[in-house]
Antibody, heavy 112, light 104 residues
Framework: EVQLVESGGGLVQPGGSLRLSCAAS????????MSWVRQAPGKGPEWVAN????????NYVDSVRGRFTISRDNAQNSLYLQMNSLRDEDTAVYYC?????WGQGTVVTVSS | DIQMTQSPSTLSASVGDRVTITCRTS??????LAWYQQKPGKAPKLLIY???RSESGVPSRFSGSGSGTEFTLTISSLQPDDFATYYC??????FGGGTKVEIK
C-alpha cells in the first residue's frame, strides 16, 4: 500500500523559511516523479513543484520559482520542499503526491 | 506548459440527473489523469485514476473516460451526497479549474 507521510509544517513569519519532508513507503520510490501540491483556505488545489525520478529535473509553478526548492533522497525514500522567503499567500495545506496518491498533508501558516 | 480546461465551472442539476464534466488538455497526456471530489473543509477525495479506473469504494455511478487530450467524468444518477466541487488533475502537474455541482 502506498503511504506518503508529510511533516515539517508550522507557523512562520513572512520572509521566513520552512522545510517540508515526505516519507514514502509501499512502492519503489526511485521509479516515480513526485510532486508537492497545496491547497489554500477556500481555494482549489494547486500544483507547486515536481521532480524527476532521479532528481535530475524539477519544475515549479511561477509563484514559487526562485523561492522554493524541491529535492529527493532515493536512498531514504524521502521527498523535500525547502521554502524560503515565505509570503502570506503561501499559507496552505501542503501535500506530497505520487500520481493519484496523496499524503494527509501538513499545514503551513505564514503570518506575523 | 500543458493547459487544463475544465468545463463547466458551475453546473446546476437535480437528484437523479446524469451529469458530465469535461477536462481538455493542450497536449496529449495519455491516460495520466485523475478526478477528485471535494467538499468544503475536506481534503480532495480520489474518484477516478488513470482516466477511467475507479478507486476502491467509490460508487459505481461515477465513471471516467477519455485519453489523449479529452476526458470526461460522468455521474450516472446524481445523489444528494454528490453535490460538491470536482477537479481533474494531470499527474504531477496542473489541475483543472473545478466544477461546482449545485442543486437546481
Amino acid at each position: 500500500e502506498v503511504q506518503l507521510v508529510e511533516s515539517g509544517g508550522g507557523l512562520v513569519q513572512p520572509g521566513g523559511s520552512l522545510r517540508l519532508s515526505c516519507a514514502a513507503s509501499g512502492f519503489r520510490f526511485s521509479g516515480y516523479w513526485m510532486s508537492w501540491v497545496r491547497q489554500a483556505p477556500g481555494k482549489g488545489p494547486e500544483w507547486v513543484a515536481n521532480i524527476k525520478e532521479d532528481g535530475s529535473a524539477q519544475n515549479y509553478v511561477d509563484s514559487v520559482r526562485g523561492r522554493f526548492t524541491i529535492s529527493r533522497d532515493n536512498a531514504q525514500n524521502s521527498l523535500y520542499l525547502q521554502m524560503n522567503s515565505l509570503r502570506d499567500e503561501d499559507t496552505a495545506v501542503y501535500y506530497c503526491v505520487r500520481n493519484e496518491a496523496w499524503g494527509q498533508g501538513t499545514v503551513v501558516t505564514v503570518s506575523s | 506548459d500543458i493547459q487544463m480546461t475544465q468545463s463547466p465551472s458551475t453546473l446546476s442539476a437535480s437528484v437523479g440527473d446524469r451529469v458530465t464534466i469535461t477536462c481538455r488538455t493542450s497536449q496529449n497526456i495519455n491516460d495520466w489523469l485523475a478526478w477528485y471530489q471535494q467538499k468544503p473543509g475536506k481534503a480532495p477525495k480520489l474518484l477516478i485514476y488513470a482516466a477511467s479506473r475507479s478507486e476502491s469504494g467509490v460508487p459505481s455511478r461515477f465513471s471516467g473516460s477519455g485519453s489523449g487530450t479529452e476526458f470526461t467524468l460522468t455521474i450516472s444518477s446524481l445523489q444528494p451526497d454528490d453535490f460538491a466541487t470536482y477537479y481533474c488533475h494531470q499527474y504531477n502537474r496542473n489541475f483543472g479549474g473545478g466544477t461546482k455541482v449545485e442543486i437546481k
